[in-house]
């Protein structure tokens, strides 16, 4: 069991013949599959993979080989990566604004699918991208709750506004189609629920017959002790009000999950710099590091402690503060995060559930930063 083993069993047994002093992301190729199939077999449309919640190759190659035919690029760079990693998958670009240098680069890789969300950015579009089989999907949103984080802040057209580009687009010749996204980790079926039912509103009012309708990512991953997602009653849900609403001109449904797809996949080990005062824990990783979307969407719960020799830490649960490793005083996890009492200076702390949102904005700032990669059989400890 020396240094050059590539595949360990669990990060237990990494954790303690391994000691290591940088945070490491454990990644588990059976659970992105498995959690693939799930979504092939539970969704009642096209699967596809959301890149910008982790591009890492071996996320990719392990969903192309888990039968994933499609991914949602948002960049030139998502696009070539995936052109590269899979060259006959469909590409959806939507990132509803692009430079027109971003446009043509997309167009000369054969991207077909478009979302768009103002009239001044659809322009672009109908100057740039040719007619033939490309889908121009109208992105538009609503004040729903149910989510972790409020997406319609940044991007989707008023119900109204979205009759009106619908409408434009199916003029100008292109594939019409609909989109939203419902926010991410949203728990609540009834928020894609809502979105379908006012995205029938809209054809109809449009006197737009849509070809397809995308449901958006935002499918939760499993982040709170005891709150299990359930994915099918979501696709459940998304089905049966998709009858509802469209009847006979039901379009063809698709989903652009992230996180629902890779968040389960990977853990991180952290590890205890300093126990300080009772109740402050200075960990080598956090909000500047892999934890960043703690700050945003709360912290996960789903904690195990070791001890360096590979033991589990069992003291009863406190609420403690912790802050990461850098200097700045916003570098603090939000609230109390429940740890053991026994809890030591060298332990490691292992958070779960951090496949989404957490490589990606990993920062160098002060140095820290430096996240060792890991695979492994399973992930439980
Ligand atoms: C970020 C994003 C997604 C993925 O969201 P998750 O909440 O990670 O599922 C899907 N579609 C679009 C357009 C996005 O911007």
């Given at each position: 069991m020396g240094l050059s083993k590539t595949i360990w069993t669990n990060p237990t047994e990494f954790l303690r013949s391994q000691n290591p002093e940088n945070p490491v992301l454990f990644f588990a190729p059976q659970v992105v599959q498995a959690t693939a199939r799930r979504f092939l077999n539970g969704f009642p449309g096209l699967v596809t993979y959301a890149v910008k919640s982790n591009p890492g190759e071996e996320v990719v190659e392990n969903l192309v080989a888990a039968g994933i035919r499609g991914f949602d690029c948002a960049s030139s760079f998502e696009i070539d990566l995936i052109r590269r990693l899979a060259p006959d998958a469909a590409i959806h670009y939507n990132n509803p604004v692009r430079s027109l240098t971003e446009i043509d680069h997309a167009v000369a890789r054969g991207v077909r699918s478009y979302s768009v969300d103002s009239a001044s950015e659809l322009a672009k579009l109908i100057a740039r991208v040719p007619v033939q089989g490309c889908e121009i999907s109208v992105r538009f949103k609503l004040?729903?709750?149910?989510?972790?984080?409020?997406?319609g802040a940044k991007f989707g057209a008023t119900a109204e506004a979205a009759v009106d580009l619908l409408k434009t687009v199916a003029k100008a010749g292109f594939i019409p189609s609909i989109t939203f996204h419902p926010g991410t980790q949203c728990t609540d079926p009834n928020a894609w629920g809502s979105y379908i039912r006012e995205a029938a509103v809209i054809a109809r009012k449009a006197v737009v017959k849509i070809a397809r309708l995308n449901v958006g990512g935002g499918f939760p991953n499993y982040r709170a002790v005891g709150v299990v997602p359930d994915l099918e009653a979501i696709f459940a849900t998304i089905n049966r009000v998709a009858s509802e609403s469209f009847g006979a001109d039901r379009p063809a449904l698709v989903c652009e999950p992230g996180r629902g797809l890779c968040g389960d996949a990977f853990c991180v080990a952290t590890r205890v710099k300093g126990f300080r005062d009772h109740n402050h824990v200075f960990l080598n990783d956090g909000i500047y590091g892999s934890l960043f979307e703690f700050s945003q969407i709360g912290i996960i719960d789903r904690i195990d402690v070791l001890d360096?020799?590979?033991?589990?830490?069992?003291g009863a649960l406190h609420g403690k503060i912790v802050f990461g490793p850098?200097?700045?005083?916003?570098d603090r996890l939000p609230g109390d995060v429940p740890l053991p009492d026994d809890l030591q200076e060298g332990d490691y702390v292992v958070f779960q559930g951090m496949g989404a949102y957490s490589t990606v904005t990993n920062s160098r700032f002060n140095g820290f930063g430096d996240l060792a990669r890991s695979t492994v059989l399973s992930l439980k400890l």
């Open positions: 004040p729903v709750a149910g989510a972790a984080y409020n997406f360096p020799q590979g033991n589990h830490r069992t850098t200097c700045d005083s916003v």
